[in-house]
């Protein structure tokens, strides 16, 4: 996936996670989620980041 970090580091935890292991959800606000995704911390919850995943025209 172009863009996306390989993991991703979770202050809450103080550990790494790779972007396989991190849970994504839906964004907050307007942004359009075939577009953007936020990875979350499988552990506590907490979102690690919110990135761009569609491909640019």
């Known amino acids: 996936m ?3 970090p390989d993991a991703f580091r ?3 935890c103080e550990q790494d996670v ?3 292991a ?3 959800r ?3 606000g307007d942004l359009d989620p075939e577009k ?5 911390c499988p552990d506590c ?3 690690l980041r919110t990135v ?3 491909l640019e025209d």
């Open 2 to 4: 172009p863009g996306v």
């Open 10 to 12: 979770c202050d809450t």
């Open 18 to 20: 790779s972007r396989e």
């Open 22 to 24: 991190a849970t994504r």
């Open 26 to 28: 839906g964004t907050f």
């Open 36 to 40: 953007w995704q936020s990875f979350c």
């Open 45 to 47: 919850g907490r979102r």
């Open 52 to 54: 761009f995943v569609a």
